[in-house]
């Protein structure tokens, strides 16, 4: 466990010896602080979290044992989607599972980062919520589908924004990340997702709801039912094992806690003021990405069904554009309530990290390198 603490103190590090670079408006009235755009940083980055997912050892990650196996009996033939079928054969081509893991983890660092490069004002501190949110270690176990995820979150400016052509461009997106897994299909959601504010009215009232389902299988059983309906052949690939789409993880109210805790951050978010137009942020992305939040937020309702939890993987990672953007906002605001509410928000998030590797809930613990 203490390579995930020394990895997240070296970025605090990082954090505090960054430069901070201030840039005056064309009004010359305000000035933007917190701004940190460093390639070379970004590139340092990428490599270490590189190295630590793609060496890792066979039992970092309670599913990654599984994708060993598909190598060494050349299981994958026939049996999953064409881009990670394609770098199997590769791996298979020179003898070494590294190839695979290397070429797998390097595809989903570098969606990523490029999203962060693109979209993001202050690289440290997205990379720092892409590590501390445990996106990062999602990828542990669910590498196929952290690819897919990756390359929807590079390209959801395309689908926040309100340009025809755009949309038709996230489409073909949509079809690229189905090469590495199937559940891609599920994001042509993101479509319909309002690109307007959602009223605290209407949030707040369906968080308690979400709340009060959370607590009854019965429902969540129900609309498992109808997930296999519509699910097509995602839901014929696991048809067999009826508990990918019903009830089978049991989740109390101590699993809640951190959930309710994200509520009221985004309820407080929701009557924060229209952010400063000079301020180096894409407020139609904040925007969307709130609303993706705050979905997968509501998607706790149906806590404990597997094929849900797979669909919020796609929502909680809009974490990071989510909470980059709000820091940013509130760091430049500089008053004393809005920095409390910083440090308020970065304390929660790395308590949440620490807990969750605590009860090493990905089984992640303990880290060792190499098979």
Same mark, same amino acid.
């Given at each position: 466990?203490?390579?995930?603490?020394?990895?997240?103190?070296?970025?605090?590090?990082?954090?505090?010896?960054?430069?901070?670079?201030?840039?005056?408006?064309?009004?010359?009235?305000?000035?933007?602080?917190?701004?940190?755009?460093?390639?070379?940083?970004?590139?340092?980055?990428?490599?270490?979290?590189?190295?630590?997912?793609?060496?890792?050892?066979?039992?970092?990650?309670?599913?990654?044992?599984?994708?060993?196996?598909?190598?060494?009996?050349?299981?994958?033939?026939?049996?999953?989607?064409?881009?990670?079928?394609?770098?199997?054969?590769?791996?298979?081509?020179?003898?070494?599972?590294?190839?695979?893991?290397?070429?797998?983890?390097?595809?989903?660092?570098?969606?990523?980062?490029?999203?962060?490069?693109?979209?993001?004002?202050?690289?440290?501190?997205?990379?720092?919520?892409?590590?501390?949110?445990?996106?990062?270690?999602?990828?542990?176990?669910?590498?196929?589908?952290?690819?897919?995820?990756?390359?929807?979150?590079?390209?959801?400016?395309?689908?926040?924004?309100?340009?025809?052509?755009?949309?038709?461009?996230?489409?073909?997106?949509?079809?690229?990340?189905?090469?590495?897994?199937?559940?891609?299909?599920?994001?042509?959601?993101?479509?319909?997702?309002?690109?307007? %504010?959602?009223?605290?009215? =209407?949030? *707040?009232?369906?968080?308690?709801?979400?709340? /009060? !389902?959370?607590? +009854?299988?019965? &429902?969540?059983?129900?609309?498992?039912?109808?997930?296999?309906?519509?699910?097509?052949?995602?839901?014929?690939?696991?048809?067999?094992?009826?508990?990918?789409?019903?009830?089978?993880?049991?989740?109390?109210?101590?699993?809640?806690?951190?959930?309710?805790?994200?509520?009221?951050?985004?309820?407080?978010?929701?009557?924060?003021?229209?952010?400063?137009?000079?301020?180096?942020?894409?407020?139609?992305?904040?925007?969307?990405?709130?609303?993706?939040?705050?979905?997968?937020?509501?998607?706790?309702?149906?806590?404990?069904?597997?094929?849900?939890?797979?669909?919020?993987?796609?929502?909680?990672?809009?974490?990071?554009?989510?909470?980059?953007?709000?820091?940013?906002?509130?760091?430049?605001?500089?008053?004393?309530?809005? %920095?409390?509410?910083?440090? =308020?928000? *970065?304390?929660?998030?790395?308590?949440?990290? /620490? !807990?969750?590797? +605590?009860?090493? &809930?990905?089984?992640?613990?303990?880290?060792?390198?190499?098979?």
């Amino acid at each position: 466990m203490l390579i995930y603490f020394i990895l997240t103190i070296a970025m605090l590090y990082c954090l505090f010896l960054s430069r901070i670079t201030i840039i005056n408006d064309a009004i010359g009235d305000r000035n933007e602080g917190f701004l940190f755009k460093n390639n070379g940083v970004l590139l340092i980055w990428y490599m270490i979290l590189l190295f630590l997912a793609a060496f890792k050892g066979a039992e970092v990650g309670v599913d990654y044992p599984m994708y060993i196996s598909f190598f060494m009996h050349k299981t994958y033939i026939g049996l999953l989607e064409p881009g990670i079928s394609y770098i199997y054969h590769l791996a298979d081509k020179y003898n070494s599972f590294y190839v695979f893991s290397t070429i797998i983890y390097s595809l989903f660092l570098l969606f990523i980062f490029y999203a962060v490069k693109k979209n993001t004002p202050n690289y440290l501190i997205s990379i720092f919520l892409f590590i501390i949110m445990h996106i990062y270690f999602n990828s542990f176990n669910q590498v196929r589908q952290l690819v897919a995820v990756s390359i929807i979150f590079c390209f959801a400016h395309l689908v926040s924004s309100e340009k025809r052509l755009d949309r038709l461009k996230y489409i073909f997106v949509i079809l690229i990340a189905m090469l590495f897994h199937d559940s891609a299909i599920f994001m042509f959601v993101l479509i319909v997702i309002p690109r307007k %504010q959602w009223s605290p009215k =209407l949030v *707040i009232p369906l968080f308690f709801v979400t709340i /009060v !389902l959370y607590f +009854l299988p019965s &429902v969540k059983n129900s609309i498992g039912e109808l997930l296999i309906s519509i699910a097509g052949s995602y839901g014929e690939k696991y048809a067999s094992g009826y508990v990918f789409f019903g009830v089978n993880k049991e989740k109390g109210f101590i699993q809640l806690i951190p959930v309710m805790i994200q509520m009221i951050i985004v309820s407080i978010a929701l009557y924060i003021p229209k952010f400063n137009e000079h301020l180096n942020i894409n407020y139609k992305l904040y925007i969307f990405s709130m609303n993706a939040v705050i979905i997968n937020l509501w998607l706790y309702a149906l806590a404990g069904i597997e094929a849900i939890d797979r669909l919020q993987i796609y929502f909680s990672c809009f974490n990071i554009y989510f909470y980059a953007y709000l820091i940013h906002h509130l760091l430049n605001k500089k008053k004393l309530l809005d %920095q409390l509410f910083v440090f =308020l928000i *970065i304390a929660f998030w790395i308590l949440y990290y /620490v !807990l969750r590797l +605590l009860i090493n &809930v990905h089984g992640i613990v303990p880290y060792s390198f190499l098979i």
